[in-house]
């Protein structure tokens, strides 16, 4: 069964730092590029950032680009986005996705890990 | 950047067929893929590659995807597909999601 658990959610405050974790199972992790999607309270999907599987390629959606930055660890099967400077309107569910297939379908999606950026 | 339009809200009976559209420009030049959403739930994908069904997916949910629209249709909707449908895309190794579409089944 396919798994993807994310950690690391919770309040901080503006201009704080935070850093998320997902974990992987039940897939070959490796073979996947992975991507962070949020989700602002009571609005759509908005793409955050996405790594290639071997890390070598790194995008970002513009809003964060020099704020936030993605990584992974293959061998722990674990996807991390590092957020910095947060903002209020970074506040939002993220989600970790796996992309897959010919057209980069989201195929996998954690449950969510909720950022709130208040003060 | 690149946008995808999507109608706020589709309204079908029971049993009727649901038509929810997608817009961008060329966007028939691109693969699109659509996801449900349910409250509280993460995002599940119903259709990907414009038109194939991911297993365990009903046969009643279909895609296509011409010119400037995508089209998501639910032949014989039941209650249970009442959700959020978004629609998405890829450009220039950026994903870029619709707005949207909330489906009233009533």
């Known amino acids: 069964e396919v798994q993807l658990v994310e950690s690391g959610g919770g309040l901080v405050q503006p201009g704080g730092s935070l850093r998320l974790s997902c974990a992987a199972s039940g897939f070959t992790f490796s073979s996947f590029w992975m991507s962070w999607v949020r989700q602002a309270p009571g609005k759509g999907l908005e793409w955050v950032a996405n790594i290639k599987q071997d890390g070598s390629e790194k995008y970002y959606v513009d809003s964060v680009k020099g704020r936030f930055t993605i990584s992974r660890d293959n061998a722990k099967k674990s996807l991390f986005l590092q957020m910095n400077s947060l903002r209020a309107e970074d506040t939002a569910v993220y989600y970790c996705?796996?992309?897959?297939?010919?057209?980069?379908?989201?195929?996998?999606w954690g449950q969510g890990a909720l950022v709130t950026v208040s003060s | 950047s690149y946008e995808l339009i999507q109608p706020p809200s589709v309204s079908v009976s029971p049993g009727q067929t649901a038509n929810i559209t997608c817009s961008g420009d060329?966007?028939?030049?691109?693969?699109a893929c659509w996801y449900q959403q349910k409250p509280g739930q993460s995002p599940l994908m119903v259709i990907y590659q414009d038109s194939k069904r991911p297993s365990g997916i009903p046969e009643r949910f279909s895609g296509s995807n011409s010119g400037n629209t995508a089209t998501l249709t639910i032949s014989g909707t039941q209650t249970m597909d009442e959700a959020d449908y978004y629609c998405q895309a890829w450009d220039s190794s950026t994903a870029v999601f619709g707005g949207g579409t909330m489906l009233t089944v009533l």
């Open positions: 996705a796996g992309v897959g297939g010919n057209s980069w379908q989201f195929d996998y």
């Open positions: 060329r966007l028939g030049d691109k693969y």
